[in-house]
């Protein structure tokens, strides 16, 4: 019995800005913030939207009310967790509607985290045929107002149902994975914002893709001729076609051209997010799904996955027989066309705006027109609802 991915979803709120308009207003050269860094646009997220709604608007779109009754186990991942105790998962059990016998999680650990969830539901659907599980990635990357790290924010959540006999994509048993402690990334408990040591970080993802895929060639005896794409935690899409250079030089010239096309349309929707921490990996697994013009079934897709401080997976899924069937129809055209363009100061007023104190706050959620939506802080208690 094979087990993986059935069901793959995107959300990501109703604003952005354009990569030219941050770098003009930072004083950069736009073609760094294009070409350098890899990104053109980037999401910017509402007060109303948090890690609990933006993974509740992207599993909305693939849940039947079958799979509401069928779910027993929900994996939240996610770096942006809003409370320090209780769950995230727990709030989507409720809005979603989910059968009241769920496991709900919330696990952590960097941007790793969806891939690890992934993990623990391929196990558990292997032991449990008949279940499924939701796996949700949500995060917002933050890393503050004129920062370094600022043109690589974004976010957004990607929601993906695991399940026996897949339609999307199998996952292999040909994990390696490894930690190393490191201070690359991270956000102490009393911080809103991330600290990154950004030339670090990029050494640490690079030297971790190149070891663990030759631990993986070593162990598994495949190649580079084995696969047909490589995906890449992205969080700029510069990042990801730096690891798979390293690795290029191992296939021919034909085949080096085949997996840089691939890779272009692995990056296509994560240059107009940017980052989502935890879902980034997803949304350009998505982005290939979406924009490859010849995948087929029996293909092998390599997944790298990377999380700061620092822990990395390297495995292969295997695509399925009439994918495009399972996928969400025009899913990411919708929600980009849908958005609405932010001036820097526009921006800068809503990113000061995201709701982080304790004081009670009352949202003006008329604005969002996402399904689920954040509408304030009431005696500490936020208040989710649903349009
Ligand atoms: N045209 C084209 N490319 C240009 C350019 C121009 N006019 N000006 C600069 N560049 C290139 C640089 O050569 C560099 O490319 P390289 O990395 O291939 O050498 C790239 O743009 C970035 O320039 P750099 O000077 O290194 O940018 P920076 O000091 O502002 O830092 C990051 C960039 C990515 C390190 C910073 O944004 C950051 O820390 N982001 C967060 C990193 C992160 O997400 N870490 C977690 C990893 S999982």
Same mark, same amino acid.
């Given at each position: 019995m094979?087990?993986?991915?059935?069901?793959?979803?995107?959300f990501? %709120?109703?604003?952005?800005?354009?990569?030219?308009?941050l770098?003009?207003?930072?004083?950069?050269?736009?073609?760094?913030?294009?070409?350098?860094?890899?990104?053109?646009?980037?999401?910017?997220?509402?007060?109303?939207?948090? !890690?609990?709604?933006?993974?509740?608007?992207?599993?909305?779109?693939?849940?039947?009310?079958?799979?509401?009754?069928?779910?027993?186990?929900?994996?939240?991942?996610?770096?942006?967790?809003?409370?320090?105790?209780?769950? !995230?998962?727990?709030?989507?059990?409720?809005?979603?509607?989910?059968q009241?016998?769920?496991?709900?999680?919330?696990?952590?650990q960097?941007?790793?985290?969806?891939?690890?969830?992934?993990?623990?539901?391929?196990?558990?659907?292997?032991?449990? %045929?008949?279940?499924?599980?939701?796996?949700?990635?949500?995060?917002?990357?933050?890393?503050?107002l004129?920062?370094?790290?600022?043109?690589?924010?974004?976010?957004?959540?990607?929601?993906?149902?695991?399940?026996?006999?897949?339609?999307?994509?199998?996952?292999?048993?040909?994990?390696?994975?490894?930690?190393?402690?490191?201070?690359?990334?991270?956000? %102490?408990?009393?911080?809103?914002?991330?600290?990154?040591?950004?030339?670090?970080?990029?050494?640490?993802?690079?030297?971790?893709?190149?070891?663990?895929?030759?631990?993986?060639?070593?162990?598994?005896?495949?190649?580079?001729?084995?696969?047909?794409?490589?995906?890449?935690?992205?969080?700029?899409?510069?990042?990801?076609?730096?690891?798979?250079?390293?690795?290029?030089?191992?296939?021919?010239?034909?085949?080096?051209?085949?997996?840089?096309?691939?890779?272009?349309?692995?990056?296509?929707?994560?240059?107009?997010i940017?980052?989502?921490?935890?879902?980034?990996?997803?949304?350009?697994?998505?982005?290939?799904?979406?924009?490859?013009?010849?995948?087929?079934?029996?293909?092998?897709?390599?997944?790298?996955?990377?999380?700061?401080?620092?822990?990395?997976?390297?495995?292969?899924?295997?695509?399925?027989?009439?994918?495009?069937?399972?996928?969400?129809?025009?899913?990411?055209?919708?929600?980009?066309?849908?958005?609405?363009?932010?001036?820097?100061?526009?921006?800068?007023?809503?990113f000061?705006?995201?709701?982080?104190?304790?004081?009670d706050?009352?949202?003006?959620?008329?604005?969002? %027109?996402?399904?689920?939506?954040?509408?304030?802080?009431?005696?500490?208690?936020?208040?989710?609802?649903?349009?």
């Amino acid at each position: 019995m094979q087990v993986g991915i059935d069901q793959i979803s995107f959300f990501s %709120p109703n604003y952005y800005i354009d990569m030219v308009d941050l770098a003009m207003a930072r004083e950069q050269d736009p073609n760094k913030y294009l070409i350098g860094i890899g990104q053109t646009q980037q999401a910017v997220i509402p007060p109303t939207q948090d !890690a609990v709604t933006m993974a509740a608007n992207a599993a909305e779109s693939i849940l039947t009310d079958t799979d509401r009754e069928q779910l027993d186990l929900i994996i939240f991942a996610t770096e942006s967790g809003v409370d320090n105790s209780k769950s !995230a998962a727990a709030y989507l059990q409720r809005l979603l509607g989910i059968q009241s016998y769920a496991r709900t999680i919330e696990i952590k650990q960097a941007c790793y985290a969806g891939t690890y969830g992934l993990m623990q539901a391929r196990d558990y659907v292997e032991l449990n %045929p008949n279940k499924k599980v939701l796996v949700v990635a949500s995060d917002i990357a933050r890393y503050g107002l004129g920062t370094s790290g600022e043109v690589t924010q974004g976010g957004g959540a990607v929601a993906m149902l695991v399940t026996a006999n897949p339609r999307i994509m199998t996952l292999e048993r040909d994990n390696q994975f490894m930690t190393k402690e490191v201070m690359d990334f991270w956000r %102490p408990v009393y911080a809103t914002e991330a600290r990154v040591d950004g030339k670090f970080s990029n050494d640490v993802y690079q030297s971790f893709f190149v070891e663990l895929w030759d631990r993986y060639r070593h162990i598994t005896g495949k190649d580079i001729n084995d696969f047909k794409a490589f995906v890449f935690h992205l969080p700029y899409t510069k990042l990801g076609l730096k690891g798979l250079r390293k690795i290029l030089p191992e296939a021919d010239e034909a085949k080096q051209s085949s997996l840089l096309e691939q890779f272009e349309a692995s990056r296509v929707d994560n240059k107009n997010i940017g980052n989502l921490y935890t879902g980034s990996l997803y949304l350009s697994l998505l982005s290939l799904l979406n924009h490859s013009h010849d995948l087929i079934a029996g293909d092998r897709i390599g997944l790298f996955s990377y999380g700061s401080g620092a822990e990395g997976e390297f495995y292969s899924g295997i695509i399925q027989e009439n994918y495009q069937e399972a996928l969400v129809t025009d899913q990411m055209e919708n929600i980009l066309s849908n958005r609405t363009k932010l001036s820097i100061l526009e921006y800068e007023t809503m990113f000061n705006s995201a709701l982080m104190g304790a004081d009670d706050r009352q949202l003006d959620g008329t604005k969002d %027109p996402a399904k689920y939506i954040l509408t304030g802080l009431r005696e500490e208690r936020r208040q989710y609802e649903q349009h």
